[in-house]
């Protein structure tokens, strides 16, 4: 799918808007990448994709860490609604599982899961449904089972 000179232009203005230091969509044979480095942007790497298709940081292929912080794998709009045919979305204060989904973060209508990486309990979800996520950005906050 190709981007329009439209959603290209509605890309850059959400970039320069926002506090991002770096933007980078692939979109069938496009690719848009830009950065508020003073070096450019980081050379690219071979980054694995994830169900949707997304090539994801490789470093937050698993959104959580020892500590119970889930990150977001995407530039996007976090999303705490279900999608179509998925789980029942996740309460504060509920137990979660490793790998189980706590939110979405949706990339020009395609959605990316955002998974605890951690079994624990929900302290917290950080961004608002529908605001603009950065890359590795703390979305939930996750109190870690000392038992798993």
């Known amino acids: 799918m190709a981007l329009t000179p439209d959603e290209v232009?509605?890309?850059?203005?959400?970039?320069?808007?926002?506090?991002w230091q770096?933007?980078?969509?692939?979109?069938?044979?496009?690719?848009?990448?830009?950065?508020r480095r003073a070096g450019g942007p980081a050379a690219p790497s071979a980054a694995p994709s994830s169900a949707s298709g997304h090539r994801v940081n490789p470093g937050l292929v698993s959104a959580g860490t020892a500590d119970g912080t889930v990150r977001s794998p995407s530039v996007g709009v976090f999303r705490r609604g279900v999608p179509s045919g998925a789980?029942?979305?996740?309460?504060?204060?509920?137990?979660?599982?490793?790998?189980?989904?706590?939110?979405?973060?949706?990339?020009?209508?395609?959605v990316i899961p955002?998974?605890?990486?951690?079994t624990g309990t929900l302290s917290a979800v950080l961004?608002?449904?529908?605001?603009?996520v950065e890359y590795g950005e703390a979305v939930a906050l996750l109190v870690p089972d000392q038992g798993a």
């Open 9 to 19: 232009r509605t890309l850059l203005e959400a970039f320069d808007s926002s506090a």
């Open 22 to 35: 770096e933007m980078t969509l692939h979109s069938g044979t496009d690719r848009v990448q830009v950065s």
């Open 87 to 110: 789980a029942e979305t996740v309460e504060t204060g509920s137990v979660v599982r490793r790998g189980q989904v706590i939110g979405f973060v949706d990339v020009m209508g395609r």
């Open 114 to 118: 955002v998974e605890a990486g951690v």
């Open 127 to 132: 961004p608002e449904d529908g605001a603009t």
